[in-house]
């Protein structure tokens, strides 16, 4: 299935086995990994088409179904399943309809979405005329050809979803490495710093970033201290955190991004991140100060502008606490795109 800007095979818990470490390896055989190509597997030799979805009923009372995503790489065999994925999120509740694990609940229908990664709940909200998902509609996201029925996600608690807090350093600006960041969680672990601060402009292409060695590797030397100051401990092999340069918004909207994820810079910006930067974007004395333009008012909805578009977020700020975050939302799309089996060696499933 096609969740948001990502791809990437959707199971039923069942249908796998129950042991992880015997479970990573079947999902390592079904994406192709490690292979930069992934040929022998159904990636798509790119991190955002290396996800794969893990969809169960709920057991949590008020809940209805839980979500386990897990990143794959194509050149490696890891397995993560700490990080959360907006994008793939989108396409959970679709998926539990097709399979039938829930029935449609009207014209619409919403259902509760624990995320097993970071212990989030949101409530998602799918197009079910004739008691199906309608895949058909008007809605449009940057970085997705076409047009999609709306998928609408409310999250209702994304605060240190993998660090300890919003703000795990305890301060919303810190210098590290030489470097004024903002190191946050609202959703997606993020360093956010100004482009210019490393010599660039932030709107550079996305092939000009990749190609881009001696930034990488000075990003990454960021990364890695970033990753201790934020209680995250040596995040060398990990996904986390993000690293977001920021420049002032060229088409109207709230600022401009270049997101890597971690070492491969996005073609647009993951659901999370785009929060994550939002709420960044509201906090007084963040990285993002004299940068972003925000309006007034205690709903804001800022607009991201990443390589190819813009990702629209509504925050809704507690009035009596500016630095609290009451409510994010956002659209997306999803699709299916097929299903039946995928074959992986018998020896991993016998």
Request: glycine share 10%.
């Given at each position: 299935m096609r969740g948001g800007t990502s791809r990437g095979p959707f199971f039923l818990e069942s249908d796998l086995p129950s042991d992880s470490a015997r479970?990573?390896?079947?999902?390592?055989?079904?994406?192709?990994?490690?292979?930069?190509?992934?040929?022998?597997?159904?990636?798509?030799?790119?991190?955002?088409?290396?996800?794969?979805g893990i969809v169960r009923k709920s057991h949590t009372a008020g809940v209805d179904l839980d979500f386990l995503f897990a990143q794959l790489q194509p050149d490696k065999d890891t397995v993560d399943?700490?990080?959360?994925?907006?994008?793939?999120?989108?396409?959970?509740?679709?998926?539990?309809?097709?399979?039938?694990?829930?029935?449609?609940?009207?014209?619409?229908?919403?259902?509760?979405?624990?995320?097993?990664?970071?212990?989030?709940?949101c409530d998602i909200t799918v197009q079910t005329p004739d008691g199906r998902v309608s895949y058909e509609g008007d809605a449009r996201i940057d970085g997705v050809p076409g047009t999609s029925a709306p998928i609408k996600?409310?999250?209702?608690?994304?605060?240190?979803?993998?660090?300890?807090?919003?703000?795990?350093?305890g301060r919303v600006l810190d210098v590290i490495d030489g470097i004024a960041v903002?190191?946050?969680?609202?959703?997606?672990?993020?360093?956010?710093?100004?482009?210019?601060?490393?010599?660039?402009?932030?709107y550079e292409s996305v092939d000009a970033l990749n190609a881009d060695t001696g930034l990488k590797t000075r990003i990454e030397?960021?990364?890695i201290a970033c990753g201790h100051a934020m209680g995250l401990g040596d995040v060398t092999d990990k996904n986390y955190p993000k690293m977001t340069l920021i420049a002032p918004p060229r088409a109207g909207g709230s600022l401009s991004t270049r997101s890597f994820i971690p070492h491969v810079c996005h073609d647009a910006i993951g659901v999370l991140a785009a929060v994550t930067v939002g709420t960044a974007c509201v906090l007084e004395g963040s990285a993002t100060q004299g940068v972003a333009v925000v309006p007034a008012g205690a709903a804001?909805?800022?607009?991201?502008?990443?390589?190819?578009?813009?990702?629209?977020?509504?925050?809704?700020i507690d009035p009596t606490n500016p630095q609290n975050v009451l409510r994010a939302a956002l659209l997306r799309t999803a699709r299916l795109i097929m299903r039946g089996e995928v074959m992986v060696p018998a020896a991993l499933v016998s």
């Open positions: 479970r990573d390896r079947v999902l390592l055989a079904v994406m192709g990994s490690p292979d930069r190509r992934q040929i022998d597997g159904l990636g798509g030799a790119h991190p955002l088409t290396s996800k794969v399943t700490t990080p959360n994925c907006g994008n793939m999120l989108a396409a959970v509740v679709p998926f539990a309809l097709e399979r039938g694990l829930i029935a449609a609940r009207g014209e619409e229908t919403t259902l509760r979405v624990l995320t097993l990664n970071t212990d989030m709940q996600i409310n999250f209702l608690d994304t605060a240190g979803s993998v660090a300890a807090s919003l703000l795990p350093t903002t190191c946050i969680d609202n959703g997606m672990p993020l360093v956010i710093f100004k482009a210019a601060d490393v010599g660039r402009t932030g030397k960021l990364r804001k909805t800022i607009a991201v502008e990443h390589p190819t578009g813009e990702f629209s977020v509504e925050l809704e």
